[in-house]
Protein backbone atom coordinates (compact mmCIF):
# COMPACT_ATOMS: atom_id res chain seq x y z
CA UNK A 1 0.00 0.00 0.00
CA UNK A 2 1.08 3.25 -1.01
CA UNK A 3 1.21 5.92 1.22
CA UNK A 4 -0.57 9.39 1.04
CA UNK A 5 -1.42 12.88 3.20
CA UNK A 6 -4.94 12.48 1.52
CA UNK A 7 -7.10 10.21 3.33
CA UNK A 8 -9.60 10.11 0.26
CA UNK A 9 -8.91 10.69 -3.46
CA UNK A 10 -11.60 10.78 -6.20
CA UNK A 11 -9.80 10.62 -9.57
CA UNK A 12 -12.21 11.58 -12.95
CA UNK A 13 -14.93 9.67 -11.66
CA UNK A 14 -17.38 9.28 -13.90
CA UNK A 15 -21.27 7.45 -12.97
CA UNK A 16 -24.06 7.36 -15.88
CA UNK A 17 -27.46 5.67 -15.46
CA UNK A 18 -27.93 4.74 -19.20
CA UNK A 19 -28.19 8.10 -21.27
CA UNK A 20 -27.91 10.28 -18.16
CA UNK A 21 -24.73 11.48 -16.39
CA UNK A 22 -24.52 11.82 -12.83
CA UNK A 23 -21.57 12.46 -11.85
CA UNK A 24 -18.72 14.06 -14.76
CA UNK A 25 -15.25 13.83 -14.11
CA UNK A 26 -15.32 14.62 -10.71
CA UNK A 27 -11.58 15.21 -9.33
CA UNK A 28 -11.59 15.39 -5.14
CA UNK A 29 -8.66 15.04 -2.81
CA UNK A 30 -10.06 15.02 1.03
CA UNK A 31 -7.11 15.92 3.38
CA UNK A 32 -6.39 13.25 6.56
CA UNK A 33 -9.04 14.10 9.25
CA UNK A 34 -10.68 17.04 7.27
CA UNK A 35 -14.44 17.20 7.77
CA UNK A 36 -15.22 18.08 3.87
CA UNK A 37 -19.33 18.61 3.04
CA UNK A 38 -21.06 17.76 0.37
CA UNK A 39 -23.82 20.72 -0.24
CA UNK A 40 -26.35 20.95 -2.58
CA UNK A 41 -30.05 20.90 -4.02
CA UNK A 42 -31.89 17.73 -4.63
CA UNK A 43 -30.51 15.91 -7.73
CA UNK A 44 -27.03 17.45 -7.69
CA UNK A 45 -25.19 13.82 -7.50
CA UNK A 46 -23.97 14.50 -4.11
CA UNK A 47 -25.51 11.18 -2.36
CA UNK A 48 -24.60 9.13 -5.59
CA UNK A 49 -20.90 10.56 -4.95
CA UNK A 50 -21.23 9.49 -1.42
CA UNK A 51 -22.64 6.02 -2.19
CA UNK A 52 -19.51 5.35 -4.61
CA UNK A 53 -17.22 6.21 -2.22
CA UNK A 54 -18.68 3.67 0.18
CA UNK A 55 -19.24 1.38 -2.44
CA UNK A 56 -22.44 1.00 -2.86
CA UNK A 57 -22.87 2.49 -6.06
CA UNK A 58 -19.77 1.37 -9.10
CA UNK A 59 -18.80 4.41 -11.62
CA UNK A 60 -18.84 4.16 -14.76
CA UNK A 61 -14.75 5.43 -14.81
CA UNK A 62 -12.38 6.45 -12.57
CA UNK A 63 -11.01 5.68 -9.68
CA UNK A 64 -11.58 5.87 -5.76
CA UNK A 65 -8.45 5.81 -3.65
CA UNK A 66 -8.78 5.26 0.25
CA UNK A 67 -5.73 5.68 2.64
CA UNK A 68 -3.53 5.48 -0.65
CA UNK A 69 -5.54 2.39 -1.91
CA UNK A 70 -7.40 2.11 -4.87
CA UNK A 71 -10.49 0.74 -3.44
CA UNK A 72 -13.06 1.27 -6.34
CA UNK A 73 -14.11 -1.97 -7.38
CA UNK A 74 -14.11 -3.42 -3.77
CA UNK A 75 -16.75 -4.38 -1.38
CA UNK A 76 -18.33 -2.09 0.84
CA UNK A 77 -16.85 -3.90 3.73
CA UNK A 78 -13.52 -3.48 2.91
CA UNK A 79 -12.79 -0.38 2.64
CA UNK A 80 -12.07 1.01 6.18
CA UNK A 81 -15.36 2.85 6.30
CA UNK A 82 -18.37 3.87 8.28
CA UNK A 83 -21.38 5.15 7.26
CA UNK A 84 -24.78 6.53 8.81
CA UNK A 85 -27.70 6.82 6.85
CA UNK A 86 -30.61 9.44 6.71
CA UNK A 87 -32.51 6.64 8.02
CA UNK A 88 -31.64 4.65 11.21
CA UNK A 89 -31.84 1.50 9.78
CA UNK A 90 -32.21 -0.11 13.57
CA UNK A 91 -33.07 -3.68 14.23
CA UNK A 92 -36.11 -3.10 16.69
CA UNK A 93 -36.00 -6.36 18.33
CA UNK A 94 -32.14 -5.61 19.62
CA UNK A 95 -31.17 -3.45 22.10
CA UNK A 96 -29.32 -0.70 21.72
CA UNK A 97 -25.85 -2.57 23.01
CA UNK A 98 -27.35 -5.14 20.24
CA UNK A 99 -27.85 -3.11 17.74
CA UNK A 100 -24.35 -1.54 18.18
CA UNK A 101 -22.43 -4.71 18.61
CA UNK A 102 -24.34 -6.57 15.74
CA UNK A 103 -21.81 -6.04 12.69
CA UNK A 104 -19.13 -6.48 14.89
CA UNK A 105 -20.21 -10.16 16.01
CA UNK A 106 -20.60 -10.95 12.08
CA UNK A 107 -17.10 -10.17 11.55
CA UNK A 108 -16.02 -12.49 14.61
CA UNK A 109 -14.68 -9.93 16.88
CA UNK A 110 -13.55 -11.37 19.87
CA UNK A 111 -16.69 -10.64 22.53
CA UNK A 112 -14.67 -8.70 25.29
CA UNK A 113 -13.24 -6.34 21.91
CA UNK A 114 -17.00 -5.96 21.07
CA UNK A 115 -17.74 -4.45 24.76
CA UNK A 116 -14.30 -2.55 24.81
CA UNK A 117 -15.77 -0.76 21.64
CA UNK A 118 -19.56 -0.50 22.47
CA UNK A 119 -18.48 1.26 25.69
CA UNK A 120 -16.18 3.72 24.11
CA UNK A 121 -18.36 4.33 21.76
CA UNK A 122 -21.64 4.67 23.75
CA UNK A 123 -19.27 7.43 26.18
CA UNK A 124 -18.27 9.65 22.91
CA UNK A 125 -21.72 9.89 21.96
CA UNK A 126 -23.27 9.79 25.53
CA UNK A 127 -25.90 7.00 25.28
CA UNK A 128 -24.62 4.68 28.04
CA UNK A 129 -28.01 4.76 30.00
CA UNK A 130 -29.84 3.59 27.00
CA UNK A 131 -27.81 0.83 26.13
CA UNK A 132 -30.47 -1.68 27.11
CA UNK A 133 -33.21 -0.25 25.68
CA UNK A 134 -34.78 -0.83 22.49
CA UNK A 135 -35.28 1.33 19.49
CA UNK A 136 -38.64 1.73 19.93
CA UNK A 137 -38.19 3.52 23.48
CA UNK A 138 -35.58 6.22 22.06
CA UNK A 139 -36.41 9.61 20.74
CA UNK A 140 -35.13 10.52 17.44
CA UNK A 141 -32.03 12.38 18.34
CA UNK A 142 -31.34 8.99 20.25
CA UNK A 143 -31.69 6.51 17.58
CA UNK A 144 -29.73 8.67 15.55
CA UNK A 145 -26.89 9.11 18.13
CA UNK A 146 -27.14 5.17 18.23
CA UNK A 147 -26.83 4.83 14.68
CA UNK A 148 -23.20 6.83 14.60
CA UNK A 149 -22.48 4.63 17.53
CA UNK A 150 -23.06 1.85 15.14
CA UNK A 151 -20.44 3.30 12.77
CA UNK A 152 -18.29 3.88 15.12
CA UNK A 153 -17.55 0.67 16.53
CA UNK A 154 -15.75 -0.05 13.43
CA UNK A 155 -12.86 1.64 14.18
CA UNK A 156 -12.56 3.32 10.89
CA UNK A 157 -10.68 5.62 9.61
CA UNK A 158 -12.87 6.91 7.24
CA UNK A 159 -16.92 8.60 8.43
CA UNK A 160 -19.52 8.89 5.76
CA UNK A 161 -22.85 10.89 6.56
CA UNK A 162 -25.65 10.92 4.41
CA UNK A 163 -28.17 13.57 5.84
CA UNK A 164 -28.32 11.72 8.76
CA UNK A 165 -30.35 14.55 10.77
CA UNK A 166 -33.13 15.22 8.03
CA UNK A 167 -35.29 13.25 9.87
CA UNK A 168 -34.91 15.12 12.64
CA UNK A 169 -36.87 18.16 14.36
CA UNK A 170 -35.31 22.18 13.73
CA UNK A 171 -34.51 21.90 17.54
CA UNK A 172 -32.37 18.21 17.25
CA UNK A 173 -30.85 19.29 14.21
CA UNK A 174 -29.02 21.95 15.74
CA UNK A 175 -28.26 19.72 19.03
CA UNK A 176 -27.11 16.82 17.16
CA UNK A 177 -25.29 19.37 14.67
CA UNK A 178 -23.12 20.07 18.16
CA UNK A 179 -22.62 16.38 18.79
CA UNK A 180 -21.10 15.86 15.75
CA UNK A 181 -18.77 18.73 15.22
CA UNK A 182 -17.24 17.69 18.74
CA UNK A 183 -17.45 14.00 17.52
CA UNK A 184 -15.08 15.44 14.77
CA UNK A 185 -12.94 17.34 17.21
CA UNK A 186 -12.23 14.05 19.72
CA UNK A 187 -12.12 11.51 17.13
CA UNK A 188 -10.13 13.61 14.32
CA UNK A 189 -11.71 11.19 11.71
CA UNK A 190 -11.60 11.68 8.20
CA UNK A 191 -15.47 12.98 7.73
CA UNK A 192 -17.34 13.32 4.47
CA UNK A 193 -21.03 14.68 4.78
CA UNK A 194 -23.57 14.96 3.24
CA UNK A 195 -26.58 17.69 3.12
CA UNK A 196 -28.68 19.62 1.55
CA UNK A 197 -28.69 22.44 4.44
CA UNK A 198 -26.12 25.23 3.87
CA UNK A 199 -26.32 25.68 7.80
CA UNK A 200 -24.96 22.32 8.71
CA UNK A 201 -22.38 22.78 5.79
CA UNK A 202 -21.00 26.35 7.16
CA UNK A 203 -21.11 25.04 10.67
CA UNK A 204 -19.60 21.83 10.26
CA UNK A 205 -17.27 21.92 7.60
CA UNK A 206 -13.29 22.85 7.20
CA UNK A 207 -14.35 22.72 3.59
CA UNK A 208 -17.04 22.66 1.28
CA UNK A 209 -17.88 21.42 -1.87
CA UNK A 210 -20.65 22.91 -3.69
CA UNK A 211 -22.45 20.17 -6.52
CA UNK A 212 -24.62 21.09 -9.12
CA UNK A 213 -25.75 18.33 -12.45
CA UNK A 214 -22.79 16.32 -11.25
CA UNK A 215 -20.17 19.02 -10.93
CA UNK A 216 -18.54 20.82 -8.16
CA UNK A 217 -19.11 24.41 -8.78
CA UNK A 218 -16.53 25.40 -5.54
CA UNK A 219 -14.44 23.92 -3.29
CA UNK A 220 -13.02 25.69 -0.42
CA UNK A 221 -13.45 26.68 3.24
CA UNK A 222 -16.37 28.51 4.40
CA UNK A 223 -15.44 31.78 5.17
CA UNK A 224 -14.07 31.59 1.83
CA UNK A 225 -17.15 30.26 0.08
CA UNK A 226 -19.31 32.75 1.71
CA UNK A 227 -17.12 35.95 1.01
CA UNK A 228 -15.41 35.35 -2.26
CA UNK A 229 -18.40 32.85 -4.38
CA UNK A 230 -16.66 31.87 -7.57
CA UNK A 231 -19.87 32.02 -9.45
CA UNK A 232 -23.43 33.00 -9.42
CA UNK A 233 -24.91 30.01 -8.20
CA UNK A 234 -22.27 29.54 -5.20
CA UNK A 235 -23.16 33.16 -3.92
CA UNK A 236 -26.61 32.26 -4.54
CA UNK A 237 -27.42 29.28 -2.99
CA UNK A 238 -25.32 29.99 0.29
CA UNK A 239 -26.18 32.76 2.28
CA UNK A 240 -29.72 32.91 4.55
CA UNK A 241 -31.78 34.97 2.98
CA UNK A 242 -29.71 34.44 -0.31
CA UNK A 243 -27.45 37.33 -1.72
CA UNK A 244 -29.60 40.34 -3.51
CA UNK A 245 -28.78 40.24 -7.53
CA UNK A 246 -28.77 43.44 -9.91
CA UNK A 247 -28.56 43.41 -13.70
CA UNK A 248 -26.07 46.03 -15.26
CA UNK A 249 -22.62 47.00 -16.85
CA UNK A 250 -19.05 47.15 -15.75
CA UNK A 251 -17.62 50.57 -17.25
CA UNK A 252 -14.03 51.70 -16.63
CA UNK A 253 -14.16 50.19 -12.97
CA UNK A 254 -18.07 51.17 -12.17
CA UNK A 255 -21.04 49.46 -11.86
CA UNK A 256 -24.02 51.05 -13.75
CA UNK A 257 -27.60 49.87 -13.75
CA UNK A 258 -29.98 52.38 -14.95
CA UNK A 259 -30.01 55.16 -12.30
CA UNK A 260 -27.26 52.86 -9.79
CA UNK A 261 -23.68 54.33 -10.04
CA UNK A 262 -20.89 52.11 -7.93
CA UNK A 263 -17.34 52.85 -8.10
CA UNK A 264 -15.96 49.50 -7.63
CA UNK A 265 -13.27 50.93 -5.06
CA UNK A 266 -11.42 48.39 -2.94
CA UNK A 267 -13.19 45.46 -4.86
CA UNK A 268 -11.17 42.80 -5.46
CA UNK A 269 -11.18 41.76 -8.97
CA UNK A 270 -10.29 38.45 -10.21
CA UNK A 271 -7.95 39.47 -13.05
CA UNK A 272 -6.02 42.66 -13.12
CA UNK A 273 -7.26 43.94 -16.05
CA UNK A 274 -11.25 43.35 -16.50
CA UNK A 275 -12.86 44.98 -19.73
CA UNK A 276 -16.07 46.46 -20.05
CA UNK A 277 -19.00 43.97 -20.36
CA UNK A 278 -22.64 43.62 -19.06
CA UNK A 279 -21.89 42.73 -15.27
CA UNK A 280 -24.22 41.33 -12.51
CA UNK A 281 -23.29 42.51 -9.01
CA UNK A 282 -24.18 40.77 -5.48
CA UNK A 283 -24.42 42.43 -2.28
CA UNK A 284 -25.69 40.44 0.74
CA UNK A 285 -28.09 41.44 3.16
CA UNK A 286 -26.59 41.91 5.95
CA UNK A 287 -23.61 43.63 4.23
CA UNK A 288 -25.46 46.75 3.70
CA UNK A 289 -25.00 49.38 6.31
CA UNK A 290 -28.38 51.19 8.03
CA UNK A 291 -28.31 53.73 10.90
CA UNK A 292 -25.26 55.04 12.36
CA UNK A 293 -22.99 52.63 10.05
CA UNK A 294 -24.40 54.30 6.84
CA UNK A 295 -21.89 57.53 7.54
CA UNK A 296 -18.71 55.10 7.53
CA UNK A 297 -19.77 53.52 4.41
CA UNK A 298 -18.32 54.16 1.02
CA UNK A 299 -21.48 55.08 -0.94
CA UNK A 300 -25.10 56.13 0.03
CA UNK A 301 -28.27 55.58 -1.26
CA UNK A 302 -31.72 56.99 -0.53
CA UNK A 303 -34.82 54.15 -0.45
CA UNK A 304 -37.75 53.91 0.92
CA UNK A 305 -38.80 51.06 2.76
CA UNK A 306 -41.55 48.53 0.93
CA UNK A 307 -41.84 45.67 3.28
CA UNK A 308 -40.31 44.24 6.89
CA UNK A 309 -40.58 41.08 7.73
CA UNK A 310 -39.62 40.83 11.62
CA UNK A 311 -37.41 37.68 12.14
CA UNK A 312 -37.00 38.15 16.20
CA UNK A 313 -32.97 38.89 16.44
CA UNK A 314 -33.33 40.64 12.97
CA UNK A 315 -35.62 42.36 10.96
CA UNK A 316 -35.44 42.25 6.92
CA UNK A 317 -36.54 44.88 5.33
CA UNK A 318 -37.46 45.02 1.35
CA UNK A 319 -36.89 47.81 -0.31
CA UNK A 320 -36.11 49.10 -4.28
CA UNK A 321 -33.24 49.72 -5.90
CA UNK A 322 -34.02 51.30 -9.53
CA UNK A 323 -36.98 48.27 -10.57
CA UNK A 324 -35.41 45.75 -8.56
CA UNK A 325 -36.36 44.31 -4.98
CA UNK A 326 -33.76 44.30 -2.68
CA UNK A 327 -33.18 43.09 0.84
CA UNK A 328 -31.69 44.68 4.19
CA UNK A 329 -31.24 42.74 7.38
CA UNK A 330 -31.46 45.08 10.09
CA UNK A 331 -30.92 44.50 13.86
CA UNK A 332 -34.13 42.82 15.86
CA UNK A 333 -35.01 46.25 17.49
CA UNK A 334 -35.24 48.54 14.48
CA UNK A 335 -38.31 50.44 14.10
CA UNK A 336 -39.16 50.78 10.59
CA UNK A 337 -42.60 50.39 8.76
CA UNK A 338 -43.77 50.50 5.19
CA UNK A 339 -43.36 53.80 3.44
CA UNK A 340 -40.28 55.43 5.57
CA UNK A 341 -37.45 56.45 3.68
CA UNK A 342 -34.31 54.39 4.43
CA UNK A 343 -30.67 55.59 3.69
CA UNK A 344 -28.20 52.43 3.04
CA UNK A 345 -24.64 52.48 2.64
CA UNK A 346 -22.81 50.00 0.32
CA UNK A 347 -19.11 49.18 0.67
CA UNK A 348 -18.33 47.55 -2.79
CA UNK A 349 -15.08 45.90 -1.59
CA UNK A 350 -17.89 43.21 0.46
CA UNK A 351 -20.23 42.88 -3.14
CA UNK A 352 -19.52 39.99 -5.46
CA UNK A 353 -19.51 41.05 -9.30
CA UNK A 354 -20.26 38.38 -11.99
CA UNK A 355 -20.18 38.17 -15.79
CA UNK A 356 -23.63 38.30 -17.02
CA UNK A 357 -23.27 35.39 -19.96
CA UNK A 358 -21.06 33.10 -17.98
CA UNK A 359 -21.96 33.86 -14.67
CA UNK A 360 -18.47 33.51 -13.43
CA UNK A 361 -16.53 35.74 -10.41
CA UNK A 362 -15.08 39.07 -11.39
Known sequence: MSTSKYSVQIKDLDLAFGAVKVLNSLDLDIGEGEFLVLLGSSGCGKSTL???IAGLLEPTDGEIWIKGENVTWKEPSER???MVFQSYALYPQMTVEGNMSFGL???RVPADEIKKRVARAAAVLQIEPLLQRKPGALSGGQRQRVAIGRALVRDVDVFLFDEPLSNLDAKLRADLRVEIK???QQLKNTMIYVTHDQVEAM??????AI???GNIMQLSTPDEIYNRPQNKYVADFIGSPSMNFIGGDLERGTFKSGGIVLPMTGYQFAAPQVADRPATIGIRPEHVATGALVA???IKLDTVVDLVEPMGSDTLVWIK???MPFRVRMDGQARVHHGDHLTIGIDPSKASLFDTKTEVRL
Open 321 to 323: LGD
Open 211 to 213: MKS
Open 203 to 208: TLADRI
Open 80 to 82: GIG
Open 50 to 52: LNC
Open 182 to 184: RLH
Open 105 to 107: KNA
Open 296 to 298: AAP
